[in-house]
C-alpha cells in the first residue's frame, strides 16, 4: 500500500470513529442513577469497549477467512454493533424491571423513529432515562461507525508492513486518541443523533483529521526511516 | 478450521467463562462502589451523609480490568514459556492481578476518605479488613474467566492477535459491560432505596444515599447480596450473549454469510428492545406531575 492511500485510510478511519462515538447514546454517571438517558458509563470507555471487539471480529476475518477487505471492515461493525447492541438491551432490562421507569429522552418532545410522546415520561427532576428507540438506533449506527473505522486502521497498519502485535496495538491507541477528541466534544453526555450537542460535530471532525493525519504521517515517516518494516 | 461442533462447544465453552466474569465483575465493582454510582458515595459525606460504604474509584472499569487482565495475562504467558501448567499459570497470574488490585483498592479507599475529613467521614479500618477480599476474590475469578476466554480464542480459535493483547481488549469491553448495565442497579435502586420506586433520582437527592441496612448499618457486602439477585447475573448474561453470539456467526456460518446473520441479530435486538420500551410505557404509564404541568395524550 502507497503511503498517500494509508494516510488517506487512517483519516478515514478517524473521521468514521469520530461520527460513531458522537452517535452513542451515553449518559455518564448521572444515567447510572437513572437522572440521564443514555448509557450510564463514559463516552470513551463504551466506544473503546464495542470498537475494540469489532477489531477482535475483523481481525479473525482478516487472517483467518481469508474474504475481500469490505467483509473483513463490515465484520468489524457488526462486532461492534453487537456488542453495543446487547449492552444497551440488558441496560434497558435494567431500566425497565430494576429501576421502574420507561425508557424516555428529556430532548425532543416526540421520539423522532417511533413519533411517541416523550416528556410525561420523564421522571419528575431527571434528565431522561434508558435508551428510547431513537437512542438505541443511534447507538447501533454508532458501534457500526466505529466498528468499521478501527478495523480499517487495524487493516490499513497492517497493509503497509506492520506486524500483527504493533497494528494491534497502534490500532487501540489510534481508536482511543479520536474517541478523546470526540469525548471533548461531547462534555458529559449525549442522547444521539437527534440531541442538539450533535451539530458539534463538524468541529470534531476537523480536529480528528488534523490528528489523524499527524499520526498516520508519523507512522509513515517512521516506517520509511526503519526500511520498510516495523 | 474446525468442525462444527467442536466449534460450538469451544463457544459455549467461552461464552460460559465469560458470563461468570461478568457476573463477578459487577458484584466486585459493587463491593468496591467503583465506577459511576461511586460518585453519589462520593458525594454523600459533603451532603451531612457520613456512611460505611467501601470508596475505590480508581479508575473507570475499562482501564482497570484492562490493567487487571493484561498483569495476569502477562504473568500467565511468562510461566507458559517456562513450561508451567496452563491452569497453574492461569492461577498464578490471577493472583498477582488480585494483589495489585488490593494494593490500588487500599490505597484509593485511605486517599478517598482522608480527603473527606472536613466534612466528618471517619476512616473505618474494619470496612478495609472485611470488603478487601471480597474485593479481590471477585476480582481474581473475573481475571481468571478472562485468561480462559482469551485463551481458549488464541490457541483454540487460532485468533492472530497475541494471547496478552486479547486480554486487554476483553477487559476493556467487560470493564465497559460492566458499568453500563449492572452498575446501573446499584445506582439508581440499591444506593437510593429510600425513593419511591419507579422513577430516576431527583437530582435534589444526590448524595442522600442508604446508610441503613436490613439489619444494622449498610455495608458494601450488603449491596453486593442485593445487586447479585439482578445486576450482577445480567452483566454476566450480557457479556456471555456477546461472546457467545459474535464467535458462533463466524464458526458456524462461512464468513460472508456471518456478516449477514450478524445484521439480522442486529435487526431483532432492534425488535426486542422496542418491544420493551412499548411495554415499560403500557405498563408504568406517564407520571401524573408531568402529565398536570405539560399536558396528556399522545
Redesign the interface.
Known amino acids: 500500500m502507497d503511503p498517500i492511500t494509508a494516510i488517506m485510510g487512517l483519516i478515514i478511519a478517524g473521521i468514521l470513529i469520530i461520527v460513531g462515538v458522537h452517535l452513542i447514546p451515553v449518559g455518564g454517571a448521572p444515567a447510572a442513577m437513572a437522572m440521564a438517558t443514555g448509557v450510564g458509563t463514559g463516552t470513551v470507555q463504551l466506544a473503546t469497549g464495542a470498537g475494540l471487539t469489532g477489531l477482535v471480529s475483523a481481525g479473525y476475518m482478516y487472517h483467518i477467512a481469508g474474504v475481500p477487505l469490505l467483509y473483513v471492515l463490515l465484520s468489524g461493525g457488526v462486532g461492534s454493533m453487537l456488542m453495543l447492541g446487547i449492552t444497551m438491551l440488558v441496560g434497558n432490562l435494567i431500566y425497565i424491571f430494576g429501576v421502574g421507569v420507561p425508557p424516555v429522552s428529556a430532548k425532543v418532545k416526540y421520539d423522532p423513529i417511533t413519533r411517541d410522546r416523550q416528556d410525561i415520561y420523564v421522571s419528575p427532576g431527571t434528565e431522561g432515562h434508558g435508551l428510547p428507540t431513537v437512542s438505541y438506533v443511534s447507538g447501533i449506527l454508532g458501534a457500526f461507525c466505529g466498528g468499521v473505522g478501527g478495523s480499517l486502521t487495524y487493516v490499513t497498519l497492517h497493509e503497509i508492513g506492520l506486524s500483527i502485535q504493533l497494528a494491534a496495538a497502534i490500532a487501540i491507541g489510534f481508536f482511543l486518541a479520536n474517541a478523546v477528541i470526540a469525548a471533548y466534544n461531547i462534555a458529559g453526555t449525549i442522547e444521539g443523533f437527534h440531541d442538539p450537542k450533535f451539530k458539534r460535530l463538524p468541529r470534531a471532525i476537523a480536529s480528528g483529521i488534523l490528528v489523524s493525519g499527524v499520526i498516520s504521517g508519523i507512522i509513515i515517516a517512521a516506517i520509511s526511516f526503519a526500511g520498510g518494516v516495523v | 478450521?474446525l468442525d462444527v461442533s467442536t466449534g460450538l462447544g469451544i463457544v459455549a465453552l467461552m461464552g460460559a467463562a465469560a458470563t461468570i466474569a461478568g457476573a463477578a465483575e459487577d458484584l466486585e465493582s459493587d463491593i468496591g462502589s467503583q465506577?459511576?454510582?461511586n460518585?453519589?458515595v462520593q458525594l454523600a459525606p459533603q451532603v451531612g451523609v457520613l456512611h460505611r460504604i467501601f470508596n475505590k474509584a480508581i479508575s473507570?472499569?475499562?482501564?482497570a480490568y484492562a490493567f487487571y487482565s493484561s498483569i495476569a495475562a502477562t504473568v500467565a504467558w511468562i510461566l507458559m514459556t517456562a513450561n508451567v501448567n496452563v491452569i497453574t499459570s492461569f492461577v498464578v497470574g490471577s493472583f498477582v492481578a488480585a494483589l495489585f488490585h488490593g494494593a490500588y483498592a487500599t490505597t484509593a479507599y485511605l486517599g478517598r476518605l482522608a480527603s473527606q475529613r472536613r466534612y466528618g467521614q471517619p476512616i473505618y479500618l474494619d470496612v478495609i479488613h472485611n470488603h478487601l477480599l471480597g474485593i479481590m476474590g471477585h476480582g481474581f475469578v473475573a481475571t481468571f474467566c478472562i485468561l480462559v476466554l482469551s485463551y481458549t480464542?488464541w490457541a483454540l480459535?487460532?485468533?492472530?492477535?497475541?494471547f496478552v493483547?486479547?486480554a486487554?481488549?476483553w477487559g476493556?469491553?467487560i470493564?465497559?459491560?460492566g458499568?453500563?448495565?449492572?452498575?446501573?442497579?446499584?445506582?439508581?435502586?440499591r444506593?437510593?432505596q429510600n425513593q419511591p420506586?419507579?422513577?430516576?433520582?431527583?437530582?435534589?437527592?444526590?448524595g442522600k444515599i442508604v446508610t441503613r441496612a436490613e439489619i444494622g448499618t449498610r455495608s458494601s457486602i450488603d449491596n453486593a447480596w442485593f445487586c447479585a439477585k439482578?445486576?450482577g447475573p445480567?452483566?454476566g448474561?450480557?457479556f456471555g450473549?456477546?461472546i457467545f453470539?459474535?464467535n458462533w456467526?463466524?464458526v458456524v456460518f462461512d464468513?460472508?454469510m456471518?456478516?449477514i446473520v450478524?445484521?439480522a441479530?442486529?435487526a431483532i435486538?432492534?425488535a426486542?428492545?422496542?418491544a420493551?420500551?412499548v411495554?415499560?410505557?403500557k405498563t408504568?404509564g406517564?407520571?401524573p406531575?408531568?402529565?398536570a404541568m405539560?399536558g396528556?395524550?399522545?
Open positions: 478450521m465506577s459511576n454510582p460518585s453519589q473507570g472499569e475499562p482501564p480464542l480459535l487460532k485468533h492472530p492477535f497475541p493483547m486479547l486487554f481488549i476493556i469491553t470493564g465497559a459491560i458499568s453500563s448495565t449492572g452498575d446501573v442497579h446499584y445506582g439508581s435502586e444506593e437510593f420506586f419507579g422513577a430516576g433520582l431527583n437530582a435534589a437527592y444526590s439482578f445486576g445480567a452483566t448474561i450480557c450473549l456477546i453470539l459474535d456467526r463466524t464468513p460472508r456471518a456478516v450478524g445484521f441479530i442486529v435486538l432492534i426486542i428492545n422496542r420493551l420500551e411495554f415499560a410505557r408504568y406517564p407520571y406531575e408531568k402529565v405539560l396528556g395524550g399522545e
